[in-house]
């Protein structure tokens, strides 16, 4: 309001201003007119009218200045002429007629040109006026006609009452009313806003002098059908009142396809980013424009290395590759292009790919995948398959595959070369087709009809094949039914070994073995008898050598007891050597005999105690020779597996040795006991009698070998021998140590029940 | 006084001499008589062949028989004797040279009275020979015919 009073100020100030120079002018304008006048007289000389230039001056100034300023401008030329021209041309005024009738007529013809020219001045305003009216009467028709045929949605609300004051038709549409539902309502009785928020702030802002510019917001129509509003709003006069003018925009329809839009492409944008296949954009200009996460991988750098460079830079020399060829081909051609591709990585390493490339707006697509493994396994396969091939044709023995009637689906080369023919020929041949015995083939077909319908396999099938040449091989066939994988139709897949030779050879070693067996029985026959042979002998011996000795001792002592005192001289001494010989050489008979005993007969082996055995000995002896003082010892439970009567000969040996050589000891011991080492079990029979010198330990054994003299030990030499041989048929050995006056130990051991015994010492 | 005959079977002559020799020291037997194979032996005791209708006793009251017998052995005399109901209770004493076990199993298998082995040693053998015959005619009651041995005895 303050603003307003002041401008009204200033347009009085300006009005006064302009009135005082209005005034100021006519006074110049009459000054002036006075100055010409004057030097107007001086040239024309008295005679020159008094008026004559002030009425063009006052005429000038009515018409310029107005009618104030042009009667002032009457007055003071009046006053001027009256008071100082007609003194100047000796007249005053009332003297004068003519001059008051000059002036009278000059002051009403200065009135009369204010008059005309304040109302021409008027005329002149009031057709401006009408011209203007004029105007803004089309302006308003245009404006109105512009306002109900926009297709923008229009509405005029007071700002007092918030009523609409007028709507459009697009208006009308956009909300689905009719005008007269619209008129007169608020915006809130009618419930267009959805949010009420938005309202308030776009009032806000109008009130606040700014204007409301692409304001989006929810609207509902009459049938509450939401839609989106695009709205501009400005104050305006309308009828005389502030007033807002908004205009609505249905922006929904845009709106949704620009999501939808939106949606589409972050869509295929989220396709392409997560897609499995590698998937890059390189654009006309060769530079990458897109790139997914798979192709990152399978790029083996990042992304952001990549994006915006050109590809050819990004791999030198990849110009010189065909895969570089055909991606070109496609930028180029436009044309689709795939490949299998093995990609080489600058670090020297490889990797299969299989490659699509398209066009697309901005270039081209490659669309990739890594299919190193596939080509691996694939290689890996193949490589598998070649060494399955070799080895099958490396195979000597026959494999092959038929299907129900017997045709060959496959032969490795050795069945094929078993017909003459390469495995390609074979393929596809039946039984009939190559067998030259037919009813060996028909045979052969229905066996393995009956293999594959019965599902059975079958194996230890000895088949006989007879070739062209009339050769019959043996085969040992194993077949077994099968579903072919790439027919699913039944078939049969057999393996066959040529068991020719081996059958022959399985002869020969049965004729062998029946001469072998022969021989056995020969052999045994042989030895029987020689074992026959040595009986023989030693049943002679005992008979038959015997009785010549017995003869020589009787026939002496005969001839002692008859002849006694006939005999003279060393006669008696001669018969006695005779009886002593005859003696000695029935005991060397006796011991061979016994010693050739040992070697015969079955062993009766059990689990029998030594320590018993050896201490019934020790008693034995101890009774037979009272007299001996000897300490003798004997380790208890000791057990063996033996032969108790050969035993009780090896130990009665032994320890009649020990008992014989500690004769001539001071004190005699004698010890039986066992020896444990690495879990063999040794017997000991140890004395600390004569001993014997190392040096002649292994002719302790022999038979008849004796290491000391008769006359000091007596004996035959008989014993170590047979003992040696008892032990040696038990599975055992004997061993002797000792040294000169130290005594002996004789240490043996037996085999274990389950471990074979020597048959023969 | 009854007849005590020892049958001899023998075919050494040595062993014939020095066994006589020894049981004629010991004086018992009236008469021993002396063959020198098995089938003399069987002969005799069955009076067959070259001793049909022999003299003396039915049987004599011990035959002492050698195993290595020429023609039938001694085992097998003994074997036919003892087969024969007329002989088979006759005392038989082997004596032989032989210690085998198998001579002596089958001595005793086919039924012998003793086993004797010929020692070597001449005293011994005697000792052995004497005491053989003291045993057999004066210790030992035979089967049949036993009152006279007992009288004696």
């Known amino acids: 309001m303050e603003s307003g009073a002041h401008d009204d100020l200033k347009g009085q100030k300006a009005r006064l201003l302009r009135l005082v120079g209005a005034y100021c002018a006519a006074t110049a304008a009459v000054g002036a007119a006075f100055v010409i006048r004057h030097l107007l007289a001086l040239v024309v000389g008295p005679g020159l009218p008094p008026f004559i230039i002030f009425y063009p001056t006052v005429m000038t100034v009515a018409l310029l200045a107005g009618m104030g300023p042009g009667l002032a401008a009457t007055a003071m030329a009046a006053l001027l002429t009256v008071f100082l021209i007609f003194p100047s041309q000796g007249q005053s005024a009332a003297a004068s007629a003519a001059a008051a009738l000059a002036l009278a007529l000059f002051f009403t013809m200065g009135v009369f040109m204010s008059v005309v020219a304040h109302l021409y001045r008027r005329a002149r305003q009031n057709a401006a006026a009408y011209q203007s009216q004029l105007q803004q009467r089309e302006n308003e028709t245009r404006l109105s006609t512009v306002f109900h045929a926009s297709p923008v949605g229009m509405c005029i609300t007071s700002m007092s009452d918030q009523r609409c004051r007028d709507v459009n038709a697009a208006f009308l549409s956009m909300f689905g009313y ?320 040529d068991i020719t030779e081996l059958k022959h050879a399985e002869e020969e070693i049965r004729a062998l073995n029946a001469g072998l067996e022969n021989r056995v029985e020969e052999r045994t026959a042989e030895l029987k008898a020689a074992n026959k042979e040595l009986e023989a002998f030693a049943y002679a011996v005992s008979h038959d050598l015997r009785a010549p000795l017995r003869a020589l001792s009787g026939f002496s002592q005969a001839l002692r007891e008859d002849f006694g005192t006939a005999l003279t001289g060393e006669a008696g001494t001669y018969l006695d050597q005779i009886t002593l010989a005859s003696r000695r ?177 | 006084m009854t007849t005590r005959t020892i049958l001899l079977v023998e075919d050494n002559s040595q062993d014939e001499i020095l066994t006589l020799r020894a049981l004629k020291k010991v004086n018992l037997a009236n008469q021993i008589d002396v063959v020198r194979d098995g089938q003399q032996a069987l002969d005799y005791i069955f009076r067959e062949g070259e001793f049909a209708g022999r003299d003396g006793p039915e049987l004599p009251t011990v035959m002492l028989l050698d195993i290595n017998l020429p023609r039938i052995s001694g085992l097998d005399v003994l074997a036919r004797v003892r087969a024969d109901p007329r002989t088979h209770l006759l005392p038989v004493v082997l004596l032989t040279s032989s210690d085998e076990e198998q001579d002596r199993l089958r001595g005793y298998q086919n039924g012998a009275n003793s086993f004797v082995r010929k020692p070597v040693d001449s005293a011994a053998f005697f000792e052995t020979v004497s005491r053989l015959g003291i045993y057999w005619l004066a210790v030992n009651r035979p089967p049949q015919g036993g009152t006279d041995g007992g009288t004696d005895a």
Not at chain 1, 192 to 219: P, Y
Not at chain 1, 378 to 385: I, P, V
Not at chain 1, 589 to 609: C, K
């Open chain 1, 178 to 497: 009719t005008r007269d539902e619209v008129l007169g309502k608020t915006s809130l009785q009618l419930n267009l806003w959805a949010a009420e928020k938005d309202r308030d702030n776009a009032i806000r802002m109008l009130q606040a002098g700014e204007s409301v510019r692409h304001f989006e917001t929810q609207c509902h129509t009459k049938s509450g059908e939401a839609w989106t509003a695009l709205i501009w709003a400005e104050m305006i006069e309308f009828s005389g009142e502030q007033c807002t003018w908004a205009m609505f925009q249905d922006v929904t329809e845009r709106n949704r396809s620009e999501r939808m839009i939106r949606e589409s492409e972050e869509r295929f944008r989220g396709t392409l980013d997560n897609m499995l296949e590698g998937c890059q954009i390189i654009g006309a200009d060769w530079r990458y424009v897109y790139i997914n996460d798979a192709a990152e991988e399978h790029n083996r750098r990042p992304k952001r290395e990549l994006l915006g460079k050109r590809y050819m830079d990004m791999w030198p020399g990849i110009e010189a590759t065909e895969v570089f060829a055909v991606i070109k081909r496609c930028m180029d051609e436009r044309e689709p292009q795939s490949m299998e591709n093995e990609f080489t990585f600058p670090d020297g390493t490889k990797g299969w790919f299989d490659l699509r490339m398209s066009r697309v707006p901005e270039g081209i697509v490659i669309l990739s995948v890594d299919i190193s493994e596939r080509k691996r396994s694939e290689r890996a396969l193949r490589d598998s398959q070649l060494l399955l091939q070799q080895v099958i044709d490396l195979v000597p023995h026959f494999i092959f595959a038929k299907d129900r009637d017997s045709r060959h689906i496959f032969v490795n080369k050795a069945c094929a070369a078993a017909s003459g023919m390469t495995p390609e020929q074979m393929i596809g041949l039946n039984d009939l087709d190559f067998v030259p015995d037919r009813a060996q083939a028909e045979s052969f077909m229905r066996n393995d009809r009956q293999i594959i319908d019965r599902s059975e396999p079958t194996s230890d099938i000895e088949e006989r094949l007879t070739d062209r040449m009339g050769n019959t091989r043996i085969l040992h066939t194993i077949k077994i039914p099968f579903t072919h994988p790439g027919t699913a139709e039944r078939a049969l897949m057999g393996v066959a070994v």
């Open chain 1, 585 to 761: 050489m029935g005991e060397l008979i006796e011991g061979i005999l016994r010693l050739s005993r040992i070697v015969r007969g079955e062993l009766q082996r059990e689990h029998f105690s030594l320590s018993s055995l050896a201490e019934r000995i020790l008693r034995d002896l101890a009774k037979a020779e009272p007299g001996r003082r000897i300490v003798w010892t004997v380790e208890q439970g000791l057990t063996a597996w033996c032969d108790p009567k050969l035993m009780d000969v090896v130990l009665s040996n032994l320890l009649e040795n020990s008992w014989k050589y500690t004769s001539r000891t001071a004190e005699p011991a004698i010890r039986f006991y066992a020896e444990r080492n690495n879990g063999s079990e040794s017997f000991c029979v140890a004395d600390n009698g004569a001993g014997f010198d190392m040096d002649h330990a292994a002719r302790l054994f022999q038979p008849f070998q004796r290491l000391h003299r008769e006359d000091e030990f007596p004996g035959i030499g008989i014993g170590l021998a047979t003992v040696q041989r008892i032990i040696n048929r038990h599975g055992g050995t004997i061993r002797a140590a000792g040294a000169p006056g130290k005594g002996a130990a004789f240490s043996f051991n037996v085999s274990h029940p389950g471990v074979s015994e020597k048959e023969l010492p």
